[in-house]
Nanobody, 124 residues
């Protein structure tokens, strides 16, 4: 099982990006909560946003509220993170991860499956 993250890049402050996280062929994310985490150099990994299919529950980090939106397309087994009004402090390596219930949405501890990171750099 693999998660493939994509969509990162180098953008200017105020720009937008949409990250995608797709499951490998034949694997369903139906029973998984999906999260985006990020880690900037010298900083701890932090949860950015999560979504759980079973009840639609979502989590969004306070500092990105109103700017980032998580969504999922279950038909495509893909999760998205729409990032608007990007700021330099959003610069980080962004990871998607999947878990069936015991993972920590804030730290990422105990998450079952991780994708590779996609770099987001916000700079003028």
């Amino acid at each position: 099982v693999q998660l493939q993250a994509s969509g990162g890049g180098l953008v200017q402050p105020g720009d937008s990006l949409r990250l995608s996280c797709a499951a490998s062929s034949g694997f369903s994310l139906d029973y998984y909560a999906m999260c985006w985490f990020r880690q900037a150099p010298g900083k701890k990994r932090e949860g950015v946003s999560c979504i759980r299919r079973s009840d639609g529950h979502t989590y969004i980090k306070e500092s990105v509220k109103g700017r980032f939106t998580i969504s999922r397309d279950d038909a495509k087994d893909t999760v998205y993170l729409q990032m608007n009004s990007l700021k330099p402090e959003d610069t980080a390596l962004y990871y998607c991860a999947a878990d069936r219930g015991y993972g920590n949405w804030i730290s990422g501890a105990d998450f079952e499956i991780w994708g590779q990171g996609t770099q987001v750099t916000v700079s003028s």
